[in-house]
């Protein structure tokens, strides 16, 4: 399921829209300190559902609005959308293409859409949770990961060679039902 681009507009130092477009192999991002690189990443663990705004360097998750430089006024939304080709199916959704978006208002307001439908953050969880990808997978290890996932303890591990291996999903229905 080829990330075909990901688009990021008043997403931290992403103040203009901003399209990357990803070929077929591999895509490598290269600038100078503080110019940007990481902030793509968590443009990614965000719009897949990231709900921590410490693991995003910010306090409070409308820190990753905008906040203004010299020359320009701060903005009040900020907007990430990825654009996944689905034409094999990979991506438990019924259509060729689809598009991942999630938009957080100075307000703190925040929504999530997939293909133009307002859906809910279990939604994208759940899209993504057997690709290998979502957003804590080791699909995606930002600075420091590699430490925490060798220092961690054998259940946080486990869950996540679980998440990788497609069994987390499962897992979650079952304590679902259980619990209802
Ligand atoms: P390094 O090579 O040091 O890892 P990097 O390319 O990964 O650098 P980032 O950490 O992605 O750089 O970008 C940091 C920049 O993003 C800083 O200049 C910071 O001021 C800016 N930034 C972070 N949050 C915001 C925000 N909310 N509004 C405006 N700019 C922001
Ligand atoms: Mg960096």
Known sequence: MPLTSLIIDGFKSFADKTIIDFTKGITGIVGPNGSGKSNITEAIRWVMGEGSAKSL???NMKDIIFAGSATRKPLNRAQVTM???NKNRELDFPADQVVVSRRILASGDNDYQINNQS??????RALFMDSGI?????AIISQGRVDQILN????ERRGIFEEAAG??????QKQQAQGQ
């Not at 979502?134 to 080791?138: A, E, F």
């Not at 961690?152 to 259940?155: H, I, P, V």
């Not at 069994?167 to 979650?172: A, G, I, S």
Request: aromatic share 8%.
């Open 134 to 138: 979502s957003q804590n997978s080791l």
């Open 152 to 155: 961690s303890q054998a259940k």
């Open 167 to 172: 069994v987390l999903h499962f897992k979650q």
């Open 83 to 85: 654009i996944f080709d």
């Open 57 to 59: 360097r910010g306090r």
């Open 119 to 124: 859906v809910r953050l279990r939604d994208v």
